[in-house]
């Protein structure tokens, strides 16, 4: 996914390896590990923070249950200057 990214007011020509960018303001990661890992985690962070964006998921296929131990969120600073609804 070919997604301009500004780092220290330069832009920056990478191809981003994220899973999906939506809206921008979600990345979701998605995985299918026997084990999480610490990497995994600041892998998302860094992507959002490349590209602002204000939340993250980090989705883990190979579980028992998606919804209680397959996915975890992550926010950071933007997302408090997200508009409420």
């Known amino acids: 996914m070919r997604i301009p990214v500004e780092y220290r007011n330069k832009i920056l020509d990478i191809d981003f390896r994220c899973d999906f960018y939506i809206e921008r303001c979600l990345v ?3 995985k299918a590990v026997q084990e999480m890992s610490n990497v995994f985690e600041a892998q998302l962070l860094t992507y959002m923070k490349l590209l602002k964006a204000p939340k ?5 296929f190979n579980c028992s249950n998606i919804f209680n131990e397959g996915q975890k969120t992550f926010v950071n600073e933007y ?3 997200l508009p409420e609804f």
């Open 28 to 30: 979701i990661e998605l």
């Open 56 to 60: 993250g998921i980090l989705m883990n």
């Open 79 to 81: 997302f408090s200057a």
